[in-house]
Structures are given as C-alpha cells and as structure tokens.
C-alpha cells in the first residue's frame, strides 16, 4: 500500500492528485516546480480546516464594498470573510510556535490571535469611530474571560469530575487582570467626580489616559521578562503539566505543513486581506445601525470579537478536551490580559498620535461590567480546579451581558470630542 505524503499528509483530499503535485515540486523545471510547492502548501493548508470554506466570502466581500453593494451585504460579506482569516492567522501561528518553544509559542498565539481586533480597531480608530474602538476592545476581554474560559471549563468538564491547572500562572495573569480593570476604574470615577467641568475635565481624563496606558506597556513588558527570563521555569512546567495531563505524550508534535518562513509569509499575506475586509466592515457598520437599530456597542462588543476570536475559541475548547487546561487557561486568560495590558494602551497611544480622543474613559455601566467579570473570574480559577458548572456560570453571565448591551441605547454614551475642542493640538 502507497505511503503518500507520510503521516504529516492531511487525511482530506484526494491521493492521486497529491501525488501528482508532488511529483511536480520535483521537477528540474523552477517555473513548473515553484508554482507546484506553492499550490501544493495552499492545498494542504486549506484542507486544515472545515471553516476555510467560507474563504469564498473574501474575495466576494471585497468586491461587495468596491462596487458599492447594500451595507448589509457589505457587512454581511466581510463579517463572514474574516472568520476563516482568523482560523489560517491561528494556523500559521501554530505553525511558528513547533519550532520555537511552547511558551513563546504560546505568546504568539496570543499575540497573532488578537491581530484581527487590532487591525479592526485600528481602521476604526482612524475613521473616529470610538466607540466601536472602546467595545470591541471590551468585547475581546469579556468574550475571552467568561464565554472562552465557561466553554473550556464545559468541555473538559463534561467527562471528569474535575480539572486541575498551574494556580501560579492563573493567578499571576488574573492579578494582572485586577489592575487593568483598575485602569478604567479610575479614569471612569474622576470623570464622576469632576461634574461639569467642560472642556478641562476632558483634558485631564485624557492626560490620565494617556498616562495610564504608558504604565500599562511598562507593566506588560515587565510581565513578558517575567515569564520569558526570570521565571520561565512556572511557565515552561505549566506546559509540560499540561502534557501529562492525559493529553499527547512527550515527544509527539503535530505535523508540520509549513515552514517557518512560508508560515511567516502567510500570516503577513492573511493580515493583509483582514485589513482590507476589516476597512469595508466598518465603513458599512453605520449604515447597519441606521437599518437595522443595533447599537454600535453591541457589535462592537459581541459581534466583532465573536468573529475575531473565533479560531480562538474552538483553539482553547479543544486543548481543554484533550485536559490540557494550562493551555486553555493561557489562550483565554492570556488573550483577555494582553488586550488590556499592550492593546488598549497602545491604542491609546496611537490615537494621540493621529490626533484621535482614545482614551480609557468608557462608560460607568461598561467599567462595572469589566470589573464584574474579572472579580468572577478570579474567583473560580484561585482553586486551580475546575469542572462543568463553573463553566456554565461563565457562559451564563456572558450571556446574560449580552442581552444588558443588547437593549443599552448607544444615546446613553457621550461622544467623546475632538482634540481641537479642547486645545490639545
């Protein structure tokens, strides 16, 4: 019986055709053997996935938004295109993370992860769309934090009676958690305190802001030496527990499919279509408003970070099946921290630069949510154990979150004002 591809082959596809790719990438020919390589790792690539059927949606997403269709096909289009780019942003992460370690893997998985929010964010910052900035944001924290974290904590649940996991490593990041929700803590209550104070009241919770969020890139720094140099040996145990922990044994690493430089060109090809899908996506998001009476906060923060996580989600559901929850626990809890700690901020940041009012100022209902969340969280992980109806509570309280956005009128947040209004440039 013919061996094929080896057990690095996909099981999807069809052998024959394989096989004749693959005898092309040995050609001596480099125009015939080139294009050969590059549509047989396109191929295996796509098969990875269920979800990268919906890759149709990309081209036709832009298409939709250069010709000028309907705003809710426009959304509609590139709301569906960014779902499997996330999925193959995940892929080519995980590609980069076999040869690199599982810890610095791990933090490129956080990273890359929450590329697709960033790249939103950053389109809609530019169009001054602030809300959306400050609720997607949120979104990714509270999607994260309650309904990825309640998922894994269902699905390794379902069969065992309980689950275990590194406490150090939970508790560190949950830590870190309780003082990003203190950064908008604070900027929320002296705006309370300041009453009418106009246009110097604006001014100072901006100097706040911006303030904050420099401490806060210092604090993530910090928290990378930490894991990375001086007390990798938490991190790096959390891992190898995780192995143990009836998962895959020692030694067995998934099949490689990429290389770590074609792996690289991908991630750059992919974050590039998620830019352009990303640029029409938000541009139709008004008209979506105006249509359908969906507040901006609600698909700022639901909609978005469901599409935006999503190859996340099913990334941490699934390690937490295999009852590897120090894995799960560092791809939603870690995910949620590096929003709050590198993100957020440097949003900030890049709003001052562009002459955008991003600030750390949301809204009180939005800050009691946040805090309401982490204080949740933090309570169900001090134990490092974990079972089904802990999962449960989590993704009932997301839920119940939902439905508060859902009927919470966008009129019941004040527009922030231009840096021209208060003299800042």
């Known amino acids: 019986m013919p061996q094929g591809g080896g057990e690095g ?53 832009i298409i939709a938004g250069n010709v000028g269709w309907s705003p809710t096909v426009v959304f509609i289009m590139n709301f569906l295109a960014i779902v499997p780019l996330a999925a193959l942003l995940s892929f080519a992460t995980e590609e980069i993370s076999v040869k690199v370690g599982q810890t610095l893997g791990g933090l490129l998985n956080a990273t890359f992860g929450n590329a697709v929010e960033l790249i939103v964010s950053i389109v809609a910052l530019k169009n001054g769309e602030i809300r959306i900035v400050q609720s997607s944001m949120l979104g990714s924290i509270l999607s994260n934090t309650l309904l990825v974290l309640g998922c894994c904590f269902l699905a390794g649940g379902i069969n065992r009676l309980e689950q275990t996991f590194n406490t150090t490593v939970a508790s560190t990041m949950s830590s870190l958690m309780a003082v990003a929700s203190s950064s908008l803590i604070i900027p929320a209550t002296l705006y309370a305190v300041m009453g009418h104070g106009g246009a110097e009241r604006e001014d100072n919770i901006m100097v706040l ?67 352009v899908c990303a640029e029409y996506l938000v541009d139709s998001i008004d008209s979506i408003v105006e249509s359908t009476g969906i507040s901006k906060t609600f698909i700022g923060l639901i909609l978005l970070p469901i599409v935006g996580n999503a190859a996340e989600h099913v990334t941490a559901v699934v390690v937490s099946y295999k009852n590897k929850m120090d894995l799960a626990i560092g791809v939603s809890i870690g995910s949620s921290m590096q929003i709050a700690l590198l993100v957020t901020p440097f949003l900030v940041i890049l709003g001052w630069i562009i002459g955008q009012p991003m600030t750390l100022h949301f809204e009180t209902f939005e800050t009691v949510v946040f805090f309401l969340s982490v204080l949740i969280v933090n309570y169900l992980i001090q134990d490092g154990k974990s079972n089904y109806l802990e999962g449960a509570m989590c993704i009932g309280i997301y839920i119940i979150i939902a439905l508060a956005f859902y009927v919470y009128p966008d009129e019941s947040t004040s527009a922030p004002k231009a840096p021209s209004e208060f003299g800042l440039f």
């Open 209 to 275: 802001s911006r303030g904050t969020s420099v401490i806060l890139l210092i604090l993530y720094v910090l928290y990378l030496f930490f894991q990375l140099k001086t007390h990798a040996k938490y991190f790096d145990g959390s891992s190898e527990d995780a192995e143990n922990q009836g998962g895959e044994p020692h030694g067995q690493q998934e099949p490689e499919i990429l290389k770590p430089w074609t792996a690289a060109l991908w991630l750059v090809l992919v974050t590039v279509l998620v830019a």
């Open 9 to 61: 082959q996909p099981l999807l596809g069809h052998p024959n055709g394989d096989h004749s790719i693959h005898e092309l990438t040995k050609s001596d020919n480099a125009f015939v053997r080139w294009p050969a390589q590059a549509l047989g790792t396109t191929w295996a690539v796509l098969k990875t996935n269920p979800v990268n059927l919906l890759l149709v949606f990309v081209p036709l997403g």
